[in-house]
């Protein structure tokens, strides 16, 4: 090993490159592998602290954090968690839980302790393409278009249905809402739609534990790249307003974006919060009478509505974050590399920050009700944490150099979509039987409603 | 104009079905996605688009995989010979070649922070690398080996015998005489209680201790899951480490020493030994102490338990074999490391990597979790033929003195059951000692002893005797005659 690797002072962020690689011939001449980074990082004695009897973790099993129950309703072992261990080593799953309010959002705010692994790290395609989501051209993109077009696309949505005397709002309007949304930014001729929308979600729910659903997404992710080639040829030649478009005038390190760029682009963005949060929100304004009275009373409280679907009702669940390197936290040393589960929905319903944190309050007083700047608080109050929308934007709210934050644009497509839905279908309601219930399709996936039947 | 509704592109898209199996799966065991196979065969778990078999990782939790792991080890072998288990976050080693070099490389695979013992154990030795691995482990290793371990053989003989000789005039479930055919459940009869007395007395407790010993060793080894039973793991660790803090402060005024059966004095025994060592200047602590005292009793308990077992249940299945063991003591030595290789107690070791560090092709970044999954290794046919075959005479198994340094000798290979290079099993050659010396004493005692088959668990077709699987022969029933 050379002397500047020794010298080197840490390993750098995932995927930022190697400092020094050092192959090794196998004593067999059979395996050759090689290690990349800082012999200093060896060390020889005990990290984990050895618990005592008061410690132990016996009001769970391991297994229940992956088993059915939990895929359906993770409220009740979450709370176990939180309650009693709120920094719990999960032996199975080969990592840590954090719990509570403030442990899960002072680690999503330290980047320099702990990184978030992209979805193509999970695929295991790094090297595919860059993801270019943080441009502020495809940001302003992205956002012209969402608010040029939300209202038009939720007319002619709920327009669609809403002479059939009823409806599965969950798909109809939570699912297909953020898929035409998407359609639109992108510019996407009408018949290519449900093409796209097969390969986009089989993309999405591939970057998971499931290895056949894995398969489809890296089929799905070719498909997208060879869909997608000529048409950023044609708006290079031939730009509109549109993301693709915005794509092709960027000029990023490292030559002219590319198709894989631009699907790489989409695979890192968030897919579930515009959907989990409307169908989420209807679930429980459908079945809250009398919250569902309230908003159709004081339309203000859409927005408190679906503030407070974030909150009781996260989509994304959880948030996974790895250590860049060993860090005391919580009166434990956590090793590099280890993965850190932070739970919003723990988080979400921590009492220590709401009261009666299982109900839903459409407007509670003690749920931040505009959007922090910054940090997960605002006014003294905290935020709902939600996953898909990344961290609290440092930006001013009407920022003069660039787009409105995700968390803004989200919040209001949702309330103006929500508001189109009420104004069209003012008599809306459950159907009568229908038990709907939020629940994962997988662990580890979106927890919301998949069938939501309703009349008018 | 494509007019599909969208409700149905929306189904495929997500595929409808897809998260029924979760739902529908029993707690722990996925009967209903793993149907258990004939043994020997694996559910398909689908196929890639270049051909390439999958795995689907929750197979890992699953009874089918319990019972017939063999399959689904030889399909990682080869085609997944580094696998990324997303939901335990863990990689596997599978391939012989593969961890023997890791093993050996325990600056780029340490052995910490691993936390496996979960607080049950304490800090233990295994879980420090290097030099701070070597210093601990010589301390309570010098005892198990060499000179040391052959001092003890003639107690281990005594106990042996003890214990066998208590059949005759015991009145147990587990010991029914009939004319003159006994049937005996060998667990219940030797093997659960042999291995713990063993290590009772090369610890140099006394034996008022012995009844604490079981109730020590039986909490610790259920708390290490860290289930319900961690509580009662952790109060026996607390349990054992006020027994043990009281011995220590008794030796550390007065030593005690070991004789050998001509009552000869033949030096400190271990505790007293470890109350005058020093490591880096200093004396160890009465938690270190407990540390690896806790390491021996949940060490060499189980794992000794489980080899004897495994290798009865295996060996009077092939009666060939069985023969050949019965009319030669010295063939126990083979059928000892044949079953190790075939069904080891113990399933694998984990390292960590220090580094990012690319094996075969799969990048593993630093930090990660990395099991090298002993069982596959010693069923890795690239080293071993016919590897999922129980067969003594095997020519491909090295069964000589315990290698070390290295794991071929002689143009063949030793199993992985202890593992290899430094963190070598400190417990192995002990415990080979135990097992043989047993298996002799057992087949002197038990004439003509085969499987009692009405009273043990069946496999699936309800005929054939249950596989081991990964799980050890928890009860086995033997006939034998008495004259």
């Known amino acids: 090993m050379s002397t500047e690797a020794k010298q080197a002072a840490k390993p750098p962020a995932y995927g930022a490159g190697a400092p020094d690689k050092d192959a090794f011939t196998g004593r067999n001449g059979v395996p050759l592998y090689t290690r990349n980074g800082n012999q200093n990082d060896y060390r020889t004695y005990e990290v984990y602290q050895r618990e005592r009897v008061k410690e132990a973790t016996d009001k769970i099993r391991p297994i229940q954090l992956i088993s059915p129950e939990f895929i359906k309703n993770p409220y009740p072992v979450l709370e176990i968690l939180r309650e009693n261990y709120p920094f719990y080593r999960d032996w199975l799953g080969n990592s840590f839980w954090v719990t509570r309010y403030d442990d899960v959002t002072s680690i999503f705010t330290d980047d320099a302790n702990f990184e978030t692994r992209p979805k193509r790290w999970f695929y295991g395609i790094e090297d595919l393409g860059r993801d270019l989501g943080e441009a502020v051209p495809l940001l302003t993109a992205q956002a012209t278009r969402i608010d040029a077009n939300v209202e038009r696309i939720a007319r002619e949505i709920v327009g669609g249905f809403k002479d059939n005397g009823g409806t599965d709002l969950a798909i109809e309007f939570a699912a297909r809402l953020p898929l035409e949304l998407l359609a639109c930014v992108l510019d996407l001729p009408k018949d290519d739609f449900p093409k796209f929308v097969d390969r986009y979600w089989r993309m999405q729910r591939g970057a998971m534990w499931e290895p056949k659903s894995r398969q489809a997404g890296l089929g799905a992710i070719q498909e997208l790249v060879e869909y997608f080639r000529p048409m950023l040829a044609a708006r290079r030649a031939n730009p509109g307003d549109d993301l693709v478009s915005a794509v092709t005038m960027l000029d990023p390190d490292g030559g002219p974006a590319t198709a894989e760029d631009l699907v790489v682009t989409l695979l890192e963005q968030d897919h579930e919060t515009l959907h989990g949060a409307l169908a989420n929100m209807w679930f429980q304004l459908l079945t809250h009478q009398d919250q569902l009275d309230l908003v159709k009373r004081e339309r203000r409280m859409v927005k408190f509505a679906y503030l407070e679907t974030l909150r009781h009702s996260a989509p994304v669940l959880t948030a996974n974050r790895f250590a860049r390197h060993e860090v005391e936290r919580f009166g434990r040393l956590i090793p590099i590399g280890a993965l850190l589960h932070c739970s919003a929905a723990a988080a979400n319903r921590d009492p220590r920050q709401y009261k009666d944190p299982d109900r839903f309050i459409v407007g509670r007083k003690d749920l931040c009700q505009r959007e922090p700047r910054g940090q997960y608080r605002a006014d003294g109050l905290p935020a709902g944490v939600a996953l898909g929308l990344g961290k609290p934007s440092k930006h001013p709210a009407v920022p003069e150099d660039r787009p409105r934050s995700l968390y803004a644009i989200t919040r209001d497509t949702a309330t103006t979509a929500s508001n189109v839905l009420l104004d069209m279908a003012p008599d809306i309601r459950l159907k009568p039987g229908a038990t709907p219930a939020l629940r994962s399709l997988r662990l580890g996936e979106m927890h919301t409603c998949w069938n939501l039947p309703v009349v008018f | ?483």
């Not at chain 2, 149905?8 to 996605?33: L, P, Y």
């Not at chain 2, 059949?167 to 009869?189: K, M, Y």
């Not at chain 2, 596959?376 to 069964?399: C, M, V, W």
């Open chain 2, 1 to 483: 104009m494509n007019t599909e509704p969208f409700a149905s592109v929306f189904a495929r898209a997500i595929g409808a079905d897809a998260g029924e199996a979760v739902e529908k799966a029993a707690d722990g065991d996925f009967q209903d996605i793993f149907p258990l196979m004939p043994v020997g065969q694996r559910v398909d778990m689908g196929t890639a688009p270049d051909g390439t078999p999958l795995i689907d990782p929750r197979i890992f939790f699953s009874a089918e995989f319990r019972r017939n792991p063999w399959p689904y080890y030889r399909l990682m072998r080869d085609h997944h010979p580094v696998y990324f288990n997303q939901l335990n976050n863990t990689y596997y080693v599978t391939r012989y070649d593969d961890m023997t070099e890791c093993y050996f490389d325990d600056i780029g695979f340490n052995t910490i922070p691993k936390g496996s013992s979960n607080g049950v154990l304490g800090n233990v030795t295994h879980e420090l690398s290097g030099v701070e691995h070597r210093r601990r482990r010589n301390l309570f290793g010098q005892h198990l080996v060499g000179k040391a371990l052959e001092n003890r053989v003639p107690a281990i003989e005594r106990l042996a015998q003890e214990m066998i000789d208590d059949w005759s005039h015991v009145d147990a479930p587990w010991c029914i005489t009939n004319g003159n055919v006994r049937t005996i459940e060998l667990g219940q009869a030797f093997a659960d209680a042999f291995p713990v007395r063993v290590v009772c007395d090369v610890l140099g407790f006394p034996k008022e201790a012995r009844g604490n010993f079981v109730y020590w060793y039986n909490s610790i080894m259920s708390g290490l899951g860290a289930s319900e039973t961690h509580k009662q793991g952790m109060e026996a660790r607390q349990h054992l480490e006020d027994y043990v803090e009281s011995i220590v402060e008794e030796r550390r005024a007065r030593p005690t020493f070991l004789y050998d059966n001509a009552g000869r004095n033949i030096g400190k025994d271990i505790i007293s030994k470890l109350c005058e060592s020093q490591v880096d200047g200093d004396y160890l602590s009465t938690e270190e102490i407990t540390a690896l005292i806790a390491l021996v009793v949940a060490g060499g308990g189980e794992t000794t338990r489980g080899t004897l077992m495994n290798m009865w249940y295996s060996l009077l299945q092939k009666p060939d074999q069985a023969e050949a063991a019965l009319a030669d003591e010295d063939m126990w030595d083979a059928v000892f490391h044949e079953t190790l290789r075939h069904s080891n107690p113990i399933g694998g070791q984990p390292r960590h990597a220090t580094f990012d560090v690319q094996i075969r092709g799969t990048t593993v970044p630093a930090g990660s979790l990395i099991e090298m999954v002993n069982f596959s290794g010693s069923h890795d046919e690239r080293i071993f033929h016919d590897a999922d075959n129980f067969n003594i005479f095997r020519p491909d198994l090295y069964t000589g003195k315990l290698l070390r340094s290295g794991y071929r000798k002689e143009g063949k290979c030793s199993h992985m059951a202890f593992g290899v290079g430094p963190h070598m099993c400190p417990g192995a050659w002990i415990s080979h000692q135990e097992a043989v010396i047993g298996s002799k004493i057992l087949s002197r005692t038990m004439k003509n002893p085969r499987i009692n088959r009405d009273r043990m668990p069946k496999d699936i077709d309800g005929v054939s005797l249950a596989p081991i699987g990964i799980n050890k022969t928890r009860e086995l029933w033997l006939d034998y005659d008495l004259a």
